[in-house]
């Protein structure tokens, strides 16, 4: 039985970072992934015509100026690059306007204006406050461990810190209602803020704040987003690592309480002479340890339901544990149908995400990041040398 230092389950962006840290950290990592490619979400396919490829799943990475993880890894060294894009997003309607926001702040003002006015003195309020002078603080929030209302409270003084904690105890759509009228821009930050983050549930309108701080820096991957897994492949395999595709982990062994050892659906077996590392999601990690936690977290993983915002990489083994969309939300309703409808061109196409359709055509479209060859081979074999990119600047 292979030993390794650590086994790492999963090999989307989450699995694969982690693998990555540990291995610059010099330690010998396997990444086992079940899958027939790597990356989970951040995908990148030939759908259409040849040589046109599409990210099917992440698109922007959102406040990835700012990431730890791209200066940490060097991630350029391993061939990762993004570009952050004058023109950030848009809302097309159907009077023929659209809501278009840029990394520069006064053509935003200028956007939002054709709407509201008061809408657009608003955000340039907003901007000015949590977008620029308040960033370093909200992006700090981001990478150390969080902290509750109360403790943020305790560290916080000022009329400034007064209007961020405030915002705590809203709901999503409380704190964009709070702040903006016009109905299409309301729609927009409710909807980005539906499908980046949570539900409209209390206690989550500080994300809101979140959103303002770095939604207009997002980042563009050069390559398509499947760029950023083959550079952390890169690093890992470089490192001394081992990346297996095609290895559905069945069951983890435990000793002594503590996860050592991995069997894959094919009987084969690994040891961890250090740790196992699941990135997968819940019920499939508390399914591999069957036996391992508390009667209840059993019961709560059994009876588990996911949405496509809730779990990016779902690849639970029953059709029925996929998750499926939810009703749109009264409020906001017409902006969810564009999200959903989006969902159906990919279907058309082949290219729906596992977590969300059961149902795969036969004739799937060719992955750029998964190796050639037959499955469960070590990823960097052919993979990552015939995997084609975009040119740069595309």
């Not at 540990?22 to 951040?42: D, K, S, Y």
């Not at 821009?185 to 701080?213: C, E, M, N, Q």
């Not at 982990?249 to 699941?278: I, K, M, N, P």
């Amino acid at each position: 039985m292979e030993s390794w230092d650590g086994i790492v389950v999963g090999a989307g962006h989450n699995g694969l970072t982690c693998a990555a840290y540990l291995a610059r950290a010099g330690l010998r990592v396997l990444v086992l992934e079940a899958n027939p490619w790597i990356g989970g979400g951040t995908v990148t396919e030939e759908l259409t015509l040849p040589g046109f490829r599409h990210n099917t799943h992440a698109n922007y990475f959102i406040g990835f100026d700012v990431a730890p993880v791209y200066r940490d890894l060097e991630l350029d060294r391993w061939g990762f690059r993004f570009v952050v894009p004058d023109v950030q997003c848009a809302w097309l309607c159907r009077d023929g306007r659209a809501l278009v926001f840029h990394r520069e702040l006064e053509p935003t003002v200028a956007s939002i204006a054709r709407f509201s006015h008061r809408d657009a003195e608003t955000y340039r309020s907003l901007y000015e406050r949590f977008g620029t002078a308040m960033r370093p603080l909200l992006v700090s929030m981001l990478y150390h461990p969080p902290l509750t209302p109360v403790e943020l409270r305790e560290r916080l003084r000022g009329p400034w810190a007064d209007d961020l904690l405030s915002h705590a105890p809203l709901t999503l759509y409380q704190a964009v209602d709070r702040h903006f009228a016009s109905e299409p821009v309301r729609v927009f930050f409710k909807t980005l803020l539906h499908v980046i983050t949570a539900d409209d549930v209390p206690g989550t309108g500080l994300l809101f704040i979140s959103l303002l701080a770095s939604f207009t820096r997002q980042a563009l991957p050069l390559g398509g987003a499947a760029s950023f897994p083959r550079a952390l492949a890169n690093l890992v395999e470089a490192r001394g690592g081992r990346i297996l595709t095609g290895a559905r982990v069945e069951h983890l062994g435990l000793r002594s309480g503590a996860a050592r050892e991995v069997e894959l659906a094919d009987g084969r077996r690994f040891e961890a002479t250090g740790f196992v590392a699941s990135a997968v999601d819940f019920p499939q990690t508390v399914a591999m340890a069957e036996g391992a936690f508390a009667a209840d977290i059993d019961q709560k993983a059994r009876d588990w339901s996911g949405t496509p915002t809730a779990s990016p990489r779902s690849t639970w083994r029953s059709p029925s544990r996929r998750g499926t969309a939810p009703p749109p939300s009264t409020p906001m309703s017409s902006g969810l149908k564009s999200v959903w409808a989006s969902t159906a061109c990919r279907r058309r196409f082949g290219a729906y995400p596992d977590h969300v359709s059961s149902r795969r055509p036969a004739t799937s479209s060719r992955r750029l990041s998964q190796a050639s060859g037959s499955p469960s081979r070590p990823y960097g074999a052919n993979g990552h040398q015939n995997a084609r990119c975009l040119p740069a600047g595309a």
